[in-house]
Every structure is written in C-alpha cells, then in structure tokens.
C-alpha cells in the first residue's frame, strides 16, 4: 500500500513538472534563470582580464579579529577532528552554489510554479551577480588559504572560481537569497531542506578556510538589502517574446542548458594560464 502511494506521488510530481515545461510564463522565466547564471559564468572567464585593474586590499582585511593562520589552522583542525564532518561539509560547499539555484529555481518554479517568488528571485540573483561583480572588479581580498598557502580542496587553479571572489562572499548572498525567496515555502518538506542547505553554507565556506568570517557577514548583509529592495518585484518582458509559441522558448531553454553547460565544463577543466 505504502509503495503504490508513494509511486503515485512520484507520477503526480512528474504530471506536475511535465505540465510546467508547456507553461509559456514559465519557460520565459526558467530561460531568464539561464541567462542569468550564464552571464555570471562568462564574468568569471573574463575576470583574469579585470583583476589587474582591482585593488588588492586583503592586508587592510587582515588586521580585523579572526583573520590570523592560527584561527583559520584551528577552524580547520575541528572540521577534520569529527569524523566524516570534513567531507560533509565539502559537499554543502559544492552543492550551496550552482546546486543550491539550480534546486531553488527547481522548487519554486517547475514544480510550484510559483510565478511571483520566481520573479523575485532572478531580481535578486541579477542583484547579487551585478554587485559582487562590480565589487570584484574595483577592490578584491584573497581567501584564507590562499593567503596562508594551507592545502585545502580546492579548484583555484581552473575558472570555476576564483581566489579573488571573497568579499562579499557570492556564495553566501546566493545562499541566503535562496533562504529569504524560500521562506514562505518553510512548512513543506523540501523547501525546508533547501532551507537547511543554504543555511549550512556560512559555515562550509568558513570552516573550510575558503571565506573569512566578514566574507559570510557581509554577504549575509547584502542578502537582506537584495530582498528588501526587490519585493514584489516583477519580471517585464517584450511582448514580442510572449507572443513566441512555446516549442521556440523550450528551444531557447535547452540550448540556454547546453551553453551553460559547455561553459560550466570549461570553467572547470581549463587551467587557468
């Protein structure tokens, strides 16, 4: 009996998606998402180009409490003291970027078709994107283990990411960009699991020796700006690409997921020169 019901949840769900990806209002926000995320990927293969023009001001940073070796060396013993933590933790550091927005954007507008948050959403993530990387551009601080050479996990040596995205910290806006758009979601199961990843990223990215303490705050910070400044916010888009039928937006949607792909792989695979 338990298993016909939960087979049948499952048929629901995949009715459910299914109808979402006929949905003209949806297909026009889901390729906003891809554009969106798209864009920022292009920014981080760009950036080698940009830096030059930043100014380095980790060594301002580092006269503020919590930013010496011996606090970032003992943040990291304790990860690596409880047992399995480390790796636990590697996986929220991974999944809270680009698996926290693809899941969240998932949630709330495939399965949920919850037009109103979505809007919201894709205004905060352009917000998060456009700031960060303005910030980035004018001024940069290296993270911690980059700064105190500690061997740590990490892809600093392709695009993926860059030791220079620090402060604010970009996973961290995400991450609580995606708890403030959830929240009213918080009673279902999943939104509160999404809930609870995002949440686990300050301390991911902290304890791991990738972000200093003020990275997470002022990411944090810049969040609750974010969502107090786009609430309510609607997505305008030319009429005439609500006039274009729906199989030519499934289209757009799925060459926007091969490209966002093909530079996700490049970003991680090609060595930075």
């Given at each position: 009996?338990?298993?016909?019901?939960?087979?049948?949840?499952?048929?629901?769900?995949l009715k459910r998606i299914a109808s979402a990806v006929e949905d003209r209002e949806v297909l026009i926000r889901l390729d906003v998402f891809l554009l969106l995320y798209f864009g920022w990927?292009?920014?981080?293969?760009?950036?080698?180009?940009?830096?030059?023009?930043s100014r380095d001001v980790t060594s301002q940073l580092l006269r503020l409490p919590f930013t010496s070796r011996s606090f970032v060396v003992a943040s990291l013993k304790v990860v690596h003291e409880v047992p399995g933590l480390y790796q636990f933790l590697h996986g929220v550091y991974y999944i809270g970027f680009t698996g926290s927005i693809a899941l969240t954007v998932f949630f709330i507008l495939l399965y949920w078709r919850d037009l109103g948050s979505a809007d919201e959403l894709a205004a905060r993530?352009?917000?998060?994107?456009?700031?960060?990387?303005?910030?980035?551009?004018?001024?940069?601080?290296?993270?911690?283990?980059?700064?105190?050479?500690?061997?740590?996990?990490?892809?600093?040596?392709?695009?993926?990411?860059?030791?220079?995205?620090?402060?604010?910290?970009?996973?961290n806006t995400i991450a609580a960009v995606n708890i403030l758009t959830l929240w009213k979601h918080r009673k279902k199961i999943w939104g509160a699991l999404l809930i609870g990843l995002s949440s686990l990223v300050p301390f991911a990215t902290v304890l791991l020796a990738q972000?200093?303490?003020?990275?997470?705050?002022?990411?944090?910070?810049?969040?609750?700006?974010?969502?107090?400044?786009?609430?309510?916010?609607?997505?305008?888009?030319?009429?005439?690409?609500?006039?274009?039928?729906?199989?030519?937006?499934?289209?757009?949607?799925?060459?926007?997921?091969?490209?966002?792909?093909?530079?996700?792989?490049?970003?991680?695979?090609?060595?930075?020169?």
């Open positions: 009996m338990g298993s016909v019901m939960v087979s049948s949840e499952v048929r629901d769900s990927m292009g920014f981080t293969v760009l950036y080698d180009l940009i830096k030059e023009h993530y352009l917000l998060a994107y456009s700031t960060c990387g303005i910030m980035y551009s004018l001024f940069h601080v290296y993270a911690p283990h980059y700064v105190y050479h500690i061997q740590v996990f990490s892809p600093d040596e392709t695009y993926l990411t860059q030791p220079e995205f620090v402060l604010p910290s970009l996973h972000h200093w303490v003020y990275d997470a705050l002022a990411g944090i910070l810049l969040a609750m700006a974010i969502g107090k400044a786009t609430e309510g916010h609607q997505i305008r888009v030319h009429e005439s690409i609500r006039r274009m039928h729906v199989s030519k937006l499934r289209m757009a949607m799925v060459l926007g997921f091969i490209a966002m792909a093909y530079i996700l792989i490049f970003a991680i695979t090609t060595p930075k020169s």
